[in-house]
């Protein structure tokens, strides 16, 4: 029986070639896109996944409600998790963490390397397997120090290095340090990233942070002893934040601040570690959203969706052909049951066919794909019990009901009328014109976000920022050499280049640089009776001008001998609320008032995704600038680009030069929001082909359905134009219906979406003008091939058919 | 008696009238009868004939087959009746394109749950009794139609049935390829028992039959 059901699925795949490569093709690519984003998602979902004990770690977060709102932090002061460690029940392990980059010497050799700076607990805590040394308490010692093997690598060029000492620069001094244990490299689905892991009280900060409660600059991590609840712990933390904050609480109070519902000023919160990738605390409060994966599942959902709908429709169509053949078997005593199985067993052949292919050329187009969307998958995910299991439920899911669904209608046809070949057609043609609606509403939604998110990321590339970010070069100040030293010894060496315009440093990069690391400062203080907030920026006296920033009052720094003065921008000139801002004096330190000179116009100085906020410019030498800045002629920028690396490595010539211009920084930042949009356009260019392989295929199948109407139409005068009418509108219906259902949905989308950023484009309505339009083009085009040659077919051969 | 119709009523709904194809047969068929249903274009003869097949309903009556009461049984029982009694012969063959006249015979066979080898055997019977074994590999639309039917009534039969119902079953042959298949059918009749009822349009071919049922606007008359 199976050999026979089998006989015949091959004989028809074999007779309807056309249809059934469109349909092979269509539900082999779909597979392959749905696995490789599948995988995609499901790599994003599992960050942070492999920590043992990941279940019980949490991330420390402070919030605190602010005159102006809630605020949430993740940095905490030095004293905190040793203390609660003391005080409170229920912590197993806790550890402080810095993350940071710092150059090791071994030798001769200067290495820049990713460093974090953690307490003891650390290596509890957290699974990073350690292979050589140490096992036990790899940070016994304060001068110990856990190389990954690739940051020994680097820098020793051997993992075989336990036991050898080397330097870190601290504070611009080289320490010694020994290295005690070498640890497995660090999976790509972590958050937490490092070369080189040292003891928290070796950091450059800590001597002078280490009473202080109100100097916040690391991260904590806290393990809960089993049976603890993140809940209960928050709750109980309360009156240690009332005994530790509780000037702070005080100042909150009488700011004007207003209570949480719980009548708090400031909470310990902990975000579970699981979570840590997915949070944002943009709003001032602890957001989990796991948004972007999803909508990763969703479009590989999506478009399998349509390839099923081709099928679907397409089955239902060729049952026409078919009538004949149900209605014999039925004659022969075939029961609906065995009929059923006939049917869908065929489609379970171009299934697992589809499939197959689907698998194959989704591993063998992995690593385009990796490069294409920056994702760190590999095969061995494809292959994890988890991505199988969900794999063969899906397509064990699509062939039930994918398969089942034109089966399950051929099996229910009745017998005479199978054998007169007529078909009650009306409900079938209802069932695939919805679902063909649904198709194109899919395809135009996804157009509509192609559009919306490009001219977003357009505008955010070239919106003006305030800053010069075409002529400016930064470059992170990662030699030996002081940082302002540095800076100075730049501005001599170029200062006889006629192509070089300034020189600066500051300790802050705009944009994501090639070393690709971001920090920010900020700075809270007395002022007139109540607490200002301001971010925080140590720079040169050339910073200014370097940058391009435009001043709106008041003076620039002029000289180094400025450094008792700041200069700050204008959202911090409203934050103080003085009629002339130049007339402020800052208390930043206790007891040393520090006169505002002038008022720089505002500048984006964070991502477009946040408005802007206040800014002060300080100039210190006692701390570290970290960032150099170099403005260029605008001609022959390549050269002076090449001349600024020259003047470097004279300079510092065993450090990598790490420059690159501002506007290339920038646009580092968008590249979640550029893969996203990559996927998303990918994801719609299928759709819609897809979509339109399966308005070819019935339009195909259609025109043959109506031949004997075409040809009599013919022979009683219609015109070829005419007949391409009919036969074309009835599909044009449908596009347009879909554009109707969509376009309502897609504004909805992406009005959610834009919220997200500060600084956003108008949803225009050329938007959906637009994706409708292609929607409806590419549409009549597929149809159109087949209609006109069908039209213009000769009346005699056409009526022939009967 | 192999089958028995009582006051056999079907209508059609059409602009809220009731319009009768079948209106108060009876029928009584013994075991080796040769019956012949005429009757002019719309007269309800192969209405009749799927009604007796159990192929299509009937909105009134009783109907026995074997002493089973057709009309008080589940659909899957019914096709279990006919497709162990009643072999179907008709006048588009009807036979399955993409099978070759080898895998047609053996298809109601397969229905039938029957073993492979007893398969081949009957299958292979089947191809000798009617001299097409050197046609077993081609597909229907290599054969004329006199040989497409050959293998219809092949298929029929090989079924071992009771009953065979043909509708016009020489309607598109010619007269000598006529003639062939209705010898066949006298022979089939005579000499192996096998009930037949027809429905046909030519006298000539009515005379074969032992019996010749006329219909009229759906009545028996």
């Given amino acids: 029986m199976i050999k026979n059901y089998l006989k015949i699925a091959w004989r028809n795949l074999l007779k309807d070639k056309v249809n059934i490569s469109l349909n092979i093709t269509g539900l082999s690519v779909a597979c392959a896109v749905a696995i490789l984003l599948g995988m995609s998602a499901m790599f994003q979902l599992s960050y942070d996944g492999f920590h043992e004990r990941g279940e019980s770690i949490y991330k420390m977060v402070r919030t605190e409600q602010t005159p102006k709102g809630p605020k949430a932090g993740t940095v905490h002061a030095a004293p905190l998790a040793p203390t609660l460690e003391a005080e409170m029940t229920g912590v197993k392990h806790i550890s402080r963490m810095v993350q940071d980059g710092t150059l090791a010497l071994f030798g001769e050799k200067e290495v820049n390397m990713d460093i974090v700076w953690v307490d003891q607990d650390f290596f509890s805590m957290f699974s990073f397997p350690v292979l050589h040394g140490n096992e036990k308490e790899p940070l016994a010692d304060l001068n110990d120090v856990v190389f990954t093997e690739e940051g020994a690598q680097k820098l020793f060029g051997s993992t075989d290095v336990v036991g050898k000492t080397f330097n870190l620069m601290v504070n611009g001094e080289e320490k010694p340090f020994t290295v005690s244990a070498i640890a497995k490299d660090i999976v790509p689905q972590s958050n937490l990233d490092f070369q080189i892991a040292a003891r928290f009280e070796s950091h450059r900060e800590y001597n002078e942070a280490k009473e202080q409660w109100d100097r916040q600059y690391h991260e904590v991590f806290v393990e809960l002893k089993q049976g603890v609840l993140a809940s209960s712990f928050e709750q109980s933390s309360r009156s240690f934040v009332d005994l530790y904050y509780g000037e702070g609480i005080e100042r909150l109070k009488r700011d004007g601040a207003t209570a949480d519902e719980n009548g708090r000023f400031i909470n310990l919160e902990l975000v579970p570690l699981k979570d840590v990738h997915f949070a944002s605390f943009k709003n001032g409060t602890v957001e989990v959203s796991r948004s972007r994966p999803y909508l990763i599942f969703g479009v590989a959902l999506l478009i399998l969706f349509i390839a099923c709908i081709n099928y679907i429709n397409m089955s239902i169509a060729k049952t026409a052909k078919r009538l004949k053949e149900i209605g014999m078997r039925k004659t022969l005593g075939a029961q609906k049951k065995q009929l059923f199985f006939q049917f869908w067993s065929e489609s379970l052949f171009v299934f697992i066919i589809s499939i197959s292919i689907g698998v194959v050329l989704s591993l063998v187009f992995l690593n385009d794909f990796k490069s294409m969307f920056n994702t760190q998958i590999s095969s061995s995910m494809f292959w994890s019990p988890m991505f199988l299991a969900g794999l063969l439920l899906s397509i064990l899911a699509i062939t039930v009901v994918v398969g089942g669904y034109p089966a399950l209608l051929m099996s229910r046809l009745g017998t005479i009328q199978s054998l007169k070949g007529k078909l009650e057609s009306s409900g079938n043609n209802q069932v695939r014109n919805v679902l063909m609606v649904f198709q194109f509403s899919i395809a135009i939604i996804m157009i509509v976000g192609t559009l919306v998110l490009w001219s977003q990321i357009d505008y955010m590339r070239n919106k003006d920022l305030g800053f010069d970010k075409e002529q400016v070069v930064s470059f992170p100040l990662n030699g030996k050499r002081n940082s302002h030293d540095m800076v100075d010894l730049l501005r001599d060496e170029l200062s006889g280049n006629a192509e070089i315009v300034s020189v600066s440093g500051s300790d802050s990069n705009l944009g994501l640089g090639k070393d690709g690391s971001r920090s920010s400062s900020g700075i809270g203080f007395e002022y007139k009776g109540r607490i200002v907030m301001t971010n925080f920026l140590i720079v040169d006296h050339e910073y200014v001008q370097t940058l391009g920033l435009n001043m709106v009052a008041g003076r620039n720094f002029e000289s180094a001998a400025d450094s008792l003065g700041v200069v700050i921008n204008e959202s911090m000139a409203k934050e103080l609320g003085e009629q002339d801002p130049l007339t402020s004096q800052l208390e930043i330190e206790d007891g040393i008032f520090y006169p505002v000179l002038g008022v720089v116009k505002d500048y984006n100085f964070k991502d477009l995704d946040r408005a802007i906020a206040p800014m002060t410019f300080f100039m210190s030498r006692q701390q570290d600038l970290t960032y150099g800045f170099v403005k260029v002629a605008p001609t022959n920028m390549a050269n002076s680009f090449v001349a600024l690396e020259n003047a470097w490595k004279k300079l510092e010539p065993n450090a990598d030069f790490l420059g690159s211009f501002l506007n290339e920084n920038i646009d580092r930042t968008f590249r979640q929001e550029k893969t996203t949009a990559k996927m998303i356009s990918s994801g719609s260019l299928l759709a819609i082909v897809l979509s339109c392989m399966g308005l070819f295929a019935m339009s195909l199948l259609i025109v043959q359905q109506r031949t004997k109407e075409i040809g009599v139409r013919k022979v009683i005068g219609a015109s070829v134009g005419s007949i391409t009418y009919i036969l074309t509108k009835d599909f044009l219906k449908l596009v347009l219906l879909a554009f109707i259902i969509a376009s309502p949905l897609s504004w909805y989308i992406l009005k959610e979406w834009l919220q997200n950023y500060t600084y956003r484009i108008d949803l225009s309505v050329w938007f959906f003008a637009g994706a409708g339009a292609i929607a409806v083009v590419i549409a009549m085009l597929t149809i159109g091939t087949r209609t006109i040659r069908a039209a213009r077919a000769n009346p005699v051969k056409s009526l022939r058919t009967e | ?221």
């Fill in chain 2, 1 to 221: 008696m192999l089958l028995q119709l009582r006051n056999i009523f079907k209508w059609v709904q059409q602009g809220g009238q009731r319009v009768f194809l079948l209106k108060d047969i009876n029928l009584e068929v013994q075991e080796g009868e040769f019956i012949s249903i005429m009757g002019p274009s719309g007269s309800g003869k192969s209405t009749l004939l799927n009604v007796i097949g159990m192929l299509d309903t009937f909105d009134e009556g009783e109907y026995d087959f074997l002493s089973e009461s057709v009309h008080t049984l589940k659909e899957k029982y019914r096709s279990n009746l006919y497709k162990e009694y009643i072999g179907f012969v008709f006048q588009s063959y009807h036979l399955l394109d993409d099978l070759t006249v080898e895998e047609n015979l053996e298809m109601p066979l397969l229905y039938k749950n029957i073993k492979g080898s007893e398969r081949k055997a009957l299958v292979a019977d089947m191809l000798d009794r009617f001299n097409i074994v050197g046609k077993k590999d081609l597909f229907p639309a290599q054969l004329s139609g006199g040989q497409q039917q050959l293998v219809g009534v092949a298929r029929a039969l090989i079924g071992k049935p009771k009953l065979i119902l043909a509708d016009e079953p020489t309607g598109n042959l010619n007269s000598q390829q006529s003639e062939e298949i209705m010898q066949l059918f006298k022979k089939l009749n005579e000499e192996e028992g096998v009930t037949i009822i027809q429905v046909t349009h030519s006298e000539k071919n009515a005379e074969y039959g032992s019996r010749i049922i006329n219909l009229l606007d759906g009545r028996k008359i």
